[in-house]
């Protein structure tokens, strides 16, 4: 049934009636009576009796006769459910769009054809271009290898560092390419819309047209349903898309692949709050399937796939890293700001104003990545520094214009006669340059230069080749025509000093993702306005992603943080959290911490075991749940496992 009530989640049995017998098949949607409402379920399996003493109701209707459950994902969400201490409700309804009974009656085009038949690949298959030449791969040592293992229809499984400038793109349409001709199928996830159209460029290339379907949540009702369905029906053997794809029903999966899965955005928002790395590695698991893991930067959970054995690296040796990198070198801030009139408007440091001065003049684009977007997110009294904050909810004060009145980034309230609770003072600095402003000095230090800005209100996917400033917040970065010039990396304590257990992991995968636009050195450097002792800075200096995850991973594993141990969070009203936890039958190893404040006044336990006692977690944790479902409590407590954020 389709109903997320921990204590509900199980299947229950029901008779089908002999009018439904044709129709009524595995993976359809079905209505059934239970507790006097006519509420929606899913037809699991059929059976020829059923083990219940009791008496049966009958199903009382087939919402439509498309079996748009695969088995496989019906394994693959009980498998999640039980991993997120979630419901199988809850997991079905992420894996399988809403019915859209128009495109269900639309007439189909084809017969299926991805298929393979058990002699050899279909037809269609051997359309693809010959997956024998690994192309970009051969800059890794064990590239090629990966492909191979591909082709023949085995299961490899790795973790891919990709080099700067590197056409990743390609490099998984090259894989997919390989599993294709193996006759198998593949699903791809990417953090967001401008990756997924990047990846549907090259699959379209290596593939040809209609080889592949795009799912992405963005996409509507209709067209999200109708690649569904395509997919559902084996139209296509490969699947390509956003977190929403990572339950896409592909026949004989061969592969499944995430790229640059530090990304937030792979971490589902609802419940129970799935992150798709984790759940294409245990798709893998459970079909057999090949896996790869990519990005410029590697995280921990990745680390923690080559350690344990479970997957193998795919790098480049130290020579050919050398040969694609750009020059790259930190700088210190205020006390190295340039003397020239122009670098001190643009708050430039003496060594990013040179080199952004350079690539200027060599008519080349400069890439200045900046943390916050808007104009001063951030202000504080200009005579004791004493951070601006507003009057009715304590909210941070913010600048929207160099005109602008300040205005609370909370209750939107604004503040015009602002006088400061410390001093009296009422002249305002900025705390927090944001792209906006860094746009508007970058302007007026090189006069005649386009600036061009991508952000939250405009993203844009690519910049000309020619001289121009591009202010971008991290993962607005727009790809430039040869590469950048230069690549500044500013404000970077602003990714540094977050509360956050991943702040140094997530600045190096930020950095990484800009300075791999740059071209590689002479003709293109990248500065980063850091201490060039901090580890994520070492890591960025030498391009080594390796050597910071394995450093992040033992030091995870020395405190006792994810992913070297489970901990799972329990959030909500205090005597709601104590309530369950209560209630909770935790494994006896098991070390609750806490509470540490939530936001709209709740408060927060965390729950840590070992690896090895995650399910047990998991379990009672969902058990006490129910519990607290079936007598109906009041106040609701939310259950996350390995969150991503801890504080």
Not at 278 to 298: H, I, N
């Amino acid at each position: 049934m389709d109903v997320p009530l921990a204590h509900l989640d199980r299947p229950f049995d029901y008779l089908v009636p002999a009018e439904l017998d044709d129709v009524a098949v595995p993976g359809t949607r079905v209505k059934v009576r239970f507790a006097g409402q006519l509420v929606d379920g899913w037809l699991l399996s059929r059976a020829d009796d059923s083990g219940h003493t009791g008496r049966l109701a009958y199903l009382e209707k087939v919402v439509s006769p498309e079996p748009v459950l695969a088995p496989e994902i019906a394994r693959l969400a009980r498998a999640v459910a039980d991993r997120y201490a979630g419901s199988l409700a809850d997991v079905l309804r992420l894996a399988v769009p809403p019915r859209h009974a128009r495109v269900e009656k639309e007439p189909r085009d084809d017969e299926p054809t991805s298929v393979a038949p058990a002699e050899g690949p279909t037809a269609a298959e051997e359309e693809v271009a010959d997956p024998g030449d690994p192309r970009g791969w051969r800059d890794y040592p064990t590239g090629p290898a990966l492909l191979r293992a591909l082709t023949d229809g085995r299961a490899p499984r790795a973790v891919w560092s990709a080099l700067p400038g590197e056409d990743w793109a390609a490099r998984y349409a090259d894989a997919v390419a390989a599993t294709v001709a193996g006759g198998r199928g593949a699903v791809v996830v990417v953090p967001d819309a401008r990756d997924l159209d990047r990846l549907d460029a090259a699959l379209t290339a290596v593939l040809g047209p209609g080889r592949h379907v795009s799912l992405s949540a963005a996409l509507g009702p209709a067209r999200r349903y109708r690649a569904f369905l395509a997919a559902r029906r084996g139209r296509v053997p490969v699947v390509i898309g956003t977190r929403a794809a990572m339950f896409a029903p592909v026949d004989r999966l061969g592969l499944v692949a995430v790229w640059d899965d530090g990304d937030d955005l792979h971490s589902e928002p609802r419940a129970p709050y799935p992150h798709a790395r984790d759940v294409l590695l245990t798709r893998a698991q459970l079909a057999e399937a090949g896996a790869l893991v990519g990005g410029f930067a590697r995280t921990a959970e990745a680390q923690l796939l080559l350690e344990t054995g479970w997957a193998r690296e795919v790098v480049a040796d130290r020579a050919t890293v050398r040969a694609r990198v750009p020059a790259i070198a930190p700088t210190g801030d205020d006390p190295q700001l340039a003397r020239d009139p122009g670098a001190a408007t643009a708050r430039l440091p003496s060594l990013a104003w040179t080199a952004a001065r350079d690539a200027v003049r060599a008519d080349l684009p400069v890439l200045v990545q900046v943390p916050r977007r808007g104009y001063l997110p951030s202000i504080a009294c200009a005579d004791c520094r004493t951070p601006a904050r507003c009057a009715h909810c304590a909210g941070p004060l913010a600048l929207p214009s160099a005109g602008g009145t300040p205005a609370c980034r909370w209750c939107a309230r604004v503040a015009p006669a602002y006088a400061c609770p410390q001093c009296g003072g009422r002249r305002l600095r900025a705390a927090v340059t944001g792209a906006r402003r860094t746009a508007e000095e970058l302007g007026r230090a090189f006069p005649g230069v386009p600036v061009r800005t991508s952000g939250r209100e405009e993203v844009l996917t690519e910049v000309p080749g020619g001289a121009a400033l591009v202010v971008a917040t991290p993962g607005a970065e727009p790809v430039a025509e040869g590469g950048y010039g230069a690549v500044l990396l500013l404000d970077s304590w602003a990714l540094l000093t977050r509360a956050d257990l991943r702040a140094g992991e997530e600045a190096l995968r930020r950095w990484l993702a800009a300075a791999a636009l740059a071209r590689p050195a002479p003709a293109g450097r990248v500065v980063v306005v850091a201490d060039g002792a901090l580890a994520p800075v070492q890591a960025l200096l030498r391009w080594d992603a390796a050597w910071f995850a394995v450093r992040e991973l033992a030091e995870r594993r020395e405190l006792g943080f994810p992913p070297a141990v489970r901990m799972a969070s329990v959030t909500g009203p205090a005597e709601a959290v104590a309530d369950l936890l209560a209630a909770a039958r935790l494994p006896v190893d098991a070390e609750v911490l806490g509470p540490v404040p939530a936001d709209e006044g709740r408060e927060r336990m965390l729950v840590r075991v070992p690896r090895a006692r995650a399910a047990a977690l998991a379990e009672a944790l969902h058990s006490a749940a129910g519990a607290r479902a079936a007598r109906k409590a009041a106040d609701p407590v939310r259950l996350q496992v390995d969150p991503l954020s801890l504080f």
